[in-house]
């Protein structure tokens, strides 16, 4: 028997900021509001889905370094120059990790400085 991810729990100092962005880059919606502020989003059906829901948790810890983990999306309704225009139109940022240049990817970040990628292939909608 194997695992499958179910949740990313992602500490942040707004998570009403974020929770905003990502259901704009997911297509997510809210799912759920905890008592400590933690904000989960994910699709309109719900955890336990083929999609994972993200945490947004509240959190005053500094952030020294860049996250360990990162997050990849891929399109699912347009091209990837598309993705990107409206990526950056809802608050993504260019991010530069080192990257060359000739990458087939965006390296972006979030509304707090969280690196993801857009990759280039277009993914079918679950």
Known sequence: ?????????????????LAAFWCEVLGYVELDRD???SIEIGPAEGFGGPQPTLILSPSTD????????HIDVNPT???LDAELERLLAVGAK????GQSGEESWHVLADPEGNVFCLLRRRL???
């Open 1 to 17: 028997m194997a695992c499958r991810i179910s949740e990313l729990v992602l500490d942040c100092a707004d998570p009403e900021r």
């Open 35 to 37: 008592d400590d502020g």
């Open 77 to 79: 309704d347009r091209d």
């Open 94 to 97: 260019p991010a530069d990790v």
């Open 62 to 69: 500094p952030r020294v370094a860049k996250l360990p983990l």
């Open 124 to 126: 079918s909608p679950v």
